[in-house]
């Protein structure tokens, strides 16, 4: 670094602390660690499609805290520029404040790391100050932090190597870590966008579809108003989530088709614009998931339009000696469903509406299917692509490949919402509660039995069909003290539930559910 020798004719073994030719060096690091930072950061926010990512928070801050004559003779001067312009300078900023932290990094190791997270705070406070924050913006700044913490110190290490003759060699090192990770990041940082801009387009389309379906009336004595009981309508945001796609597939309806083919007359591939042509058939169902443990929440009821399975199949016409169809996802999951729960007359589904508006992209928009009275993994296939007509003994699916049962039909079972578990009311009067649910066999009765005494008879709100939930209320006295409630249903086929405790491996839970809650 240093060209100058000492008396006795040697390279001093420590270079001047704060030789300018390494500052230079370090501020380099310190702006390519920036620019890294930044540029994951951003990347995490668009992959997981976050409201807002933290440069554009800071950005908006900068222009709301703008004052208003100022704003408009600078949006006079660039013009339509303003935008990119704003968020260009923000970024300039940071790395500005990235490269001169780290040319302190020789005296004070510390420095660059304080200052860069005093960044992230100042990030974080922006995107708080947001409409929407999300979690995933605060999570983009975690990425962010832990990748400039990473990329400095593989940058400046090779510059701070003060070994005599190391110059030469660590600004070669440098120079290839900076490519390295510059390389690494503008990959990452371009595959985040594609995925979050492609997520962002379609749910554009999705905002946009304008489709002739309406968000069905909650029978009017189906929500018995307990508190603490799910809501008999599950709204789509508290709709249970279950998918093996790490993240949702992106369809936009033009580009969406359904091939139906396998033991059918012709093969037939159906467009979105066809489905949507159709007479749209509405209907309540509740869709569970066969890993729902006793007590468990992994179930919803919702309202759903879409054309009824069995006219596809027709149109397909079906061959003889076919029992299944296999049915495939976009991102290539499957699914077998026995063909006579498609063919008959329930209400099986390819769901375009949940709750009068669009399927929502992670509950499988464009389509998907739903089948009263079977389980989620056999039947309700979201982002669906593909049916084939096929037999049960021809194929195997991705859950029945892992030992899980090849029909799955949905098994009886009650829950208690309140009391919660564990919970403390006052002693006297108590309203207990829950859900209970058999699809496509009904419920026909709810028993209640209080500190193992005799079974009572709970009552039960409407429903407008066989296929969805219903509620269960009883008012019992309770004196102070422990009490246990537990939980059964009898369904219209006339099946209690039994006690017997199964594990939700290989078809679903069963057994009881039941609550201790202590009267005070
Ligand atoms: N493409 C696809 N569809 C799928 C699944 C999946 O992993 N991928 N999981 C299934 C399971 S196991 C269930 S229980 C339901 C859950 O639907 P939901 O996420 O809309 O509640 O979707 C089904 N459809
Ligand atoms: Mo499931």
Redesign the pocket.
Known sequence: MSTTTDRTGTTPAVDAPQAPVSRAWLAAAGAIAGACAVGLSEATAWALRADTSPVAAVAAVVRDATPGALAEALIGLVGALDKPLLLGGTVVLLLGVCAYAASWVRRAPLVPDLVFLALAAIGLAAVMSQPTPGTAAALALVVGVMTWVVTLRLLTGPVLDDRPGSDHEGRRRFLTRAGLVLGVTAVLTVAGRVAGGARRSVEQSRRLLRLPVTPGEVPPSADLRVDGVAPWRTPDEE???????LASPAIRPEDWALRIHGMVDREVRLTYQDLVDRRLTEAWVT????SNPVGGD?V?NAFWSGVPVREVLAAAGVRDGADAVLQT?Q?G?TCSTPLEALTDDRNALLAVAMNGRPLPV???FPV?MVVPGL???VS????LVDLEVTRFDDVTAF?TERGWGERGPVKTMSRVDVPEDGADVPAGDVVLGGVAWAQHTGIERVQVQLDGGPWREADLGGSSNDDTWVQWRLRVEVEPGEHQLVVRATDRSGYTQTAARADVVPDGATGWDGHTFTAR
């Open positions: 709709f249970y989530l279950i998918h093996t796609a869709l569970c998931c066969v992994l919803g996802s991102d999951w992670d509950h499988g998907r389980y989620g993994y309700a296939t979201k982002w859950w």
